[in-house]
C-alpha cells in the first residue's frame, strides 16, 4: 500500500481488509499484526498506530463481521414479505453466514479475542440481535403469556439458531448416530411451527 492511501485514511480499512481475508485463509492461528501488516504492504508497526495491539484489530474485524452478519439475516426478502418469511430468512442467513465464514464466526463471538467493551462492536453486535428481535417480536409460543415474553422468545430464537450454527460449522450433521449421512436438513426443516399473534 502507499504512503498516499496512508496519509488518505486508508490503512485502518486495509488492514481490517487483509485481516479478514487472511482469517479466511488461514484461520484463527494465522492472525498477527505482522502478518496483517504484510498482506496489506505496511511495516508491521503500522497496525499498532490504528488499532494498538492484535485484539484491537480483531475487534475491529469483529465488528465488521456483524455488519455483514446482519446482510445475510436480511438477504433475498421483498419489501412485504410475511413474518414468517423474515423469521425463515433471518434464521437461514444466520445459520448461512456462519457456514460460510466459520473463522469469522467464530472470532465475532470469543470474548477471549475480542473487547466488547468497544463502542463499534457494541454498536453493529446490537444491530445483529434487532433482526433477531424484530423476529421474535409477536411470536406466539407456549411462553408467550410469561413473564418477560419479548425476552423469552429473543432468547429461545437466538439459542436455537446460534446452537444449529455451531453444531453445522462442526460438522456434527455430517453423519449420523448409526455413522450414516443422514438427509440434509436446515434450520427451518428443524424449527418448531411458529406463528404471529396479530
Known amino acids: 500500500m502507499s504512503d498516499r492511501h496512508y496519509h488518505h485514511g486508508d490503512l485502518r480499512n486495509a488492514l481490517i481488509t487483509q485481516g479478514l481475508a487472511l482469517l479466511e485463509e488461514q484461520g484463527l492461528a494465522g492472525l498477527s499484526l505482522r502478518a496483517i501488516a504484510a498482506r496489506a504492504g505496511v511495516s508491521h508497526a503500522a497496525p499498532k498506530n490504528h488499532f494498538g495491539q492484535l485484539r484491537g484489530l480483531l475487534t475491529a474485524m469483529a465488528a465488521e463481521g456483524f455488519r455483514r452478519h446482519v ?26 453466514f456462519a457456514q460460510a465464514h466459520p473463522h469469522l464466526f467464530s472470532l465475532m463471538f470469543s470474548s477471549q479475542l475480542c473487547d466488547f467493551e468497544d463502542g463499534e462492536l457494541q454498536t453493529t453486535a446490537a444491530e445483529s440481535y434487532d433482526v433477531l428481535r424484530e423476529i421474535a417480536a409477536g411470536l406466539d409460543w ?57
Request: hydrophobic fraction near 45%.
Open 71 to 96: 446482510v445475510f439475516m436480511r438477504e433475498g426478502l421483498p419489501g412485504r414479505a410475511s413474518r414468517k418469511a423474515r423469521l425463515n430468512a433471518a434464521m437461514r442467513g444466520y445459520v448461512r
Open 142 to 198: 407456549d411462553k408467550a403469556d410469561k413473564p418477560h415474553a419479548a425476552l423469552r422468545a429473543e432468547t429461545m430464537l437466538w439459542s436455537l439458531v446460534h446452537g444449529y450454527a455451531q453444531l453445522a460449522i462442526a460438522g456434527m450433521f455430517a453423519t449420523g448416530p448409526d455413522g450414516q449421512s443422514p438427509p440434509a436438513l436446515d434450520i427451518v426443516d428443524v424449527m418448531p411451527a411458529f406463528s404471529y399473534r396479530d
